[in-house]
């Protein structure tokens, strides 16, 4: 497909290339409509009345709205996971983060399971580290850090966090235990989770504020690693090389935002890179996936499923490992809505 009109903030138009050099992957749709829409309501009330074929849905759409003999007649519905996962990432840089103890018991703080199915409602999986839940990389012998205030406590007071001020506040050597987190303010989720786990701390007697930032201003202190906390999340190619976001090379000029650092780790990353046995590069990934998760760079969260919505009249619909791709997809003539 070809670019063809950028309406801002209205649609994104792409035509067919009939000049691909190969026809048979030249796709059968002859143009594509992408709607920018950022209501979600506002987008399932537009595919509600014909005026979408394909949307993705929240999970809140999906086991309400979605789940109706009315849309269920009308559209197909795919549920998978794709290589993504969400995390709120520590910055190393603070010094209230240097201790990997604080790091974990701030994990251990948060109800990842509750948040899972009340806000997910399940339609996800809690994630141990870096890597993609249904890939062979990921290490799925190691297990999640538990919802365990009572061990969390334990930690921060084996790290030296054992008096508390009038306030309540956690001290060490007369410095309170307080950060500020990041998110974004168009994901009414991310707020959802940062307000459950500030009242979680705030018991503990941990002060975390929160900073909802409009995207562009979001991204720029991130990239500025002007920031405690920030909570965002990684999409990933199918073949993994997680280099970019964890190489302490990476820390300055890469993805390594949160400036993780760690020798064993560079070094299985560097010699996954340069293996061309899988099995072994699995077992390097694998490895990698346990340092991180030992030392908690990031507070990993949730792989969610990618929820998509599609009209019965699309056909030829094919869901590949990671999702379908689309060029296959086709209308039969006497379904046809447009010229």
């Known amino acids: 497909y ?26 059968y749709i002859d143009r594509r409509i992408y709607k920018v829409m950022t209501n979600d309501n506002a987008a399932f009330m537009e595919l509600m009345r014909g005026g979408m074929d394909t949307m993705g849905l929240t999970a809140e759409q999906w086991v309400g709205r979605a789940d109706t003999r009315q849309f269920n007649e009308r ?17 190393a840089r603070r010094p209230v983060f ?41 290490n799925a012998d190691v297990a999640p850090w ?36 990041l998110i974004t303010n168009d994901n009414p989720i991310a707020e959802k989770i940062a307000t459950t786990f500030q009242e979680e ?11 909802p930032l409009e995207w562009a201003t979001f991204l720029e202190s991130v990239d500025g690693h002007n920031f405690d906390g920030v909570m965002l999340g990684w999409s990933m190619p199918p073949d993994s090389d997680p280099y970019q976001v964890w190489h302490s090379s990476q820390i300055e000029s890469g993805s390594n935002y949160v400036a993780f650092d760690n020798p064993e780790a560079d070094a299985l990353l560097e010699e996954a890179r340069v293996t061309f046995d899988r099995d072994e ?16 760079p990031y507070t990993f969260l949730f792989c969610s499923k990618a929820l998509l919505a599609v009209d019965k009249r699309v056909h030829g619909i094919i869901m590949y490992p990671y999702g379908p791709q689309g060029i296959e997809w086709y209308v039969p003539a006497d379904l046809q809505r447009y010229p």
């Open 75 to 91: 559209f197909n519905k795919f549920a998978y996971y794709t290589p993504f996962y969400s995390y709120i990432g520590w910055n």
């Open 98 to 138: 240097a201790d990997r103890r604080v790091r974990q018991a701030l994990t251990m703080f948060l109800d990842r399971e509750t948040i899972l199915d009340t806000l997910y409602h399940g339609l996800g999986v809690p994630v141990t580290g870096p890597l993609f839940v249904d890939s062979d990389e990921y």
């Open 201 to 211: 701390l705030r018991r503990a007697g941990v002060r975390m504020s929160i900073r």
């Open 281 to 296: 590069r699995i077992a390097l990934y694998r490895r990698f996936h346990e340092i991180v998760h030992a030392e908690q």
């Open 2 to 27: 070809v670019f063809s009109e950028w309406r801002t903030g209205q649609q994104i138009v792409l035509d067919r290339n009939r000049d691909y050099w190969n026809p048979e992957r030249q796709g």
């Open 146 to 181: 538990p919802y365990d205030p009572a061990a969390a406590a334990a930690l921060l007071a084996e790290a030296g966090w054992t008096e508390r001020g009038r306030d309540g506040v956690l001290l060490k050597d007369g410095r309170a235990l307080e950060f500020e987190l």
